[in-house]
């Protein structure tokens, strides 16, 4: 089972580097990471995307981490309500004639060409995986020539506020 695992962490070197050796000694698969700092001075978010058994595996690797000096808190976010995106940047295959047509492929996926040449168009997108691999499965068969992406990067949602019982939900056309 898939699950999203963030992890702040003092930004020293060598944090980052504890914490995929802890996960490969467990033999967790990491199947996407993204480290970026945060909003505190000295503070880093590892979002990291791992493959786990079950539960209980989960369970003994998030309380490992949380042992580790560095680790100021760990969070498995995969149930909660989170923010998460993906940013990829796609280059493929592209002449004058096809260039119209990709744009209208990549439009509604809100992706955006960010570099053109002769024979070759590099396309921008951000957004969950889903959305990421459904762009990337319609321009396969122009010939990708080229795909970095960064991992998934999430976050817990801010607070909602919870509706009582005779209280109306919030609507935005109000």
């Given amino acids: 089972m898939k699950r999203i695992i963030t992890a702040k962490v003092s930004n020293r070197s060598g944090v980052l580097n504890r914490i995929t050796g802890l ?32 539960y209980q595996k989960l369970e003994q690797v ?8 560095d680790v100021l808190k760990v969070s498995d976010i ?5 923010v998460a995106r993906e940013l990829a940047l796609i280059k493929i ?5 096809l260039r119209s047509e990709i744009q209208g492929i990549i439009d509604p996926f809100r992706a955006t060409v960010i570099d053109v ?3 070759t168009l ?12 459904a762009l ?5 068969p122009y010939g990708i020539k080229d795909i ?17 019982q005779d209280q109306a939900p919030f609507s935005l056309l109000h």
């Fill in 78 to 82: 995969t149930d909660k309500a989170i």
């Fill in 93 to 97: 295959t592209s002449n004058a004639q």
């Fill in 117 to 119: 040449s002769k024979d």
């Fill in 23 to 54: 996960l490969q000694k467990r033999q967790f698969n990491i199947e996407s990471i993204s480290v970026g700092r945060t909003e505190q001075e000295g503070i880093s978010r590892i979002t990291f995307v791992v493959d786990v058994e079950d």
């Fill in 136 to 140: 990337i499965d319609l321009l396969r």
């Fill in 122 to 133: 590099s396309i921008q997108v951000t957004g969950k995986s889903e959305k990421v691999e």
């Fill in 148 to 164: 970095a992406r960064t991992g998934v990067t999430a976050f817990l949602r801010g607070q909602q506020p919870q509706a009582s």
């Fill in 62 to 69: 998030t309380k490992q981490l949380n042992k580790q000096i």
